[in-house]
């Protein structure tokens, strides 16, 4: 079923899932206020011992003297800090400098009276008052400036970075399927001439393309069977993804308008798609949609109508895209004739393209069978086993071919294109 071909260098994607945009929580301001005072606090901390470590000739004598008191200094000051930093005071950098210089202070002084009333033999007098505020200009004056710093300069970054902080997701990669039709052989059919369709083997060749899916890291997901519908295995043609927009359509070939019920239904499934739909007189078939980055060309075909084109322009116009309408007349869709490699390149049969300038990169295939490709990743592609020479065409261009049999869907209009739906 599959041709593995040496991979190639990741190309970029037009449009990938990136990040999230984080709810700002009120747990996600605390754990910023907590996390930014901590960072202030331990650093001051560092700070102060290593200085007193040097200054005294690196004895390591030096970390228990002052240690515990410094220790003891940055646990008031995370607590202060914190405070000031829940009520904004990294909005602005005065806020910051009076928060920090008043909190260093405090903590300082709060430490320091800790400390002389845990050694001192005598009580607390006016000379120990006296050595606790001149701690502040000789003990702690390190401490207190490198809180005050931290807090100016270094507490505003953190606290940005945790409000803004979103892990990269991977979004789950979908792909819709629907099972063949009992009556897959009555489907309809516009530039071929009909021929006998076998089921069985029509049935396997299904099971065999959404196993490749499946092999290649993509989650199927089956739209309910409509036995009586006999085109609805061509999922394509029913829903069209831009991101988290699914758009429904309205099938040019009236018979096939009901397909679209049990679709909406599994689109809805999805909970982060929100979902539109072409309306009536527009007609909209799937398979005319070639999306290119942010260009989307819409084939005029027998399928889909002007009025079809102009609604999904107006649809993907606040989402960034750009709709280009493609004459087409002698293919069922645009995508019968023309699909588009990962990297924007377009491939096709100029034979069954009206117009071939429209496109900034066009590629012609040798075979009509090898016009239609399933981008699986940056670097691998689906098509039909019915092409090989554009296999191995596509395969020099550094790109990993998995190929299928679809023959019998091939009889139908069909391609590789049409039988899923990428939600990604």
């Known amino acids: 079923m599959t041709s593995p071909v040496p991979p190639a260098s990741p190309l970029p994607a037009s449009r990938s899932a990136a990040r999230f945009t984080p709810a700002t929580t009120r747990g996600r301001r605390a754990a910023a206020a907590l996390v930014s005072a901590a960072v202030v606090a331990i650093i001051a901390m560092s700070v102060a011992v290593l200085a007193f470590f040097i200054g005294n000739g690196q004895s390591p004598a030096v970390f228990a003297q002052v240690f515990g008191h410094f220790a003891l200094a940055a646990f008031f000051a995370w607590g202060l800090l914190s405070i000031a930093n829940a009520l904004g005071a990294t909005r602005a950098w005065f806020l910051a400098l009076i928060t920090g210089f008043t909190s260093a202070c405090l903590a300082a002084l709060i430490a320091t009276t800790i400390m002389v009333a845990l050694t001192a033999r005598s009580p607390f007098g006016p000379q120990a008052f006296l050595f606790v505020v001149g701690s502040l200009v000789s003990l702690n004056l390190i401490f207190v400036l490198a809180v005050v710093l931290g807090q100016v300069f270094l507490a505003p970054r953190v606290v940005h970075g945790v409000l803004s902080y979103a892990p990269v997701r991977e979004p789950r990669r979908i792909a819709l399927v629907r099972i063949p039709a009992s009556n897959l052989d009555e489907a309809e059919l516009t530039h071929l001439e009909r021929r006998p369709v076998d089921q069985a083997r029509a049935d396997e060749q299904w099971d065999n393309y959404c196993a490749a899916l499946v092999a290649e890291g993509w989650e199927t997901v089956e739209v309910d069977a409509a036995p009586e519908l006999a085109d609805s295995v061509f999922v394509e043609d029913t829903v069209v993804m831009f991101d988290d927009l699914a758009v429904l359509t309205l099938p040019g070939a009236e018979s096939r308008r009901a397909e679209v019920e049990a679709v909406e239904r599994a ?79 377009v491939i096709g049969d100029p034979a069954l393209l009206d117009e071939t300038g429209l496109f900034p990169r066009f590629l012609p295939v040798p075979e009509p069978e090898g016009v239609a490709v399933v981008a699986l990743s940056a670097t691998s592609l689906l098509m039909s086993a019915s092409a090989p020479r554009t296999a191995a065409m596509l395969a020099g261009l550094g790109y990993r071919v998995v190929t299928v049999d679809i023959s019998e869907f091939e009889k139908l209009e069909g391609c590789v294109t049409c039988l899923s739906v990428r939600v990604r």
């Open 267 to 345: 689109v809805r499934s999805i909970s982060r798609l929100s979902v539109a739909r072409i309306e009536s007189p527009g007609t909209l078939d799937g398979g005319d949609v070639l999306k290119v980055g942010d260009v989307v060309y819409v084939g005029a075909s027998s399928r889909t109508n002007a009025e079809g084109i102009r609604q999904l322009r107006e649809l993907l116009a606040p989402h960034g895209y750009t709709v280009v309408g493609v004459p087409m007349s002698k293919a069922l869709h645009l995508k019968s004739a023309a699909t588009a490699l990962p990297d924007g390149t």
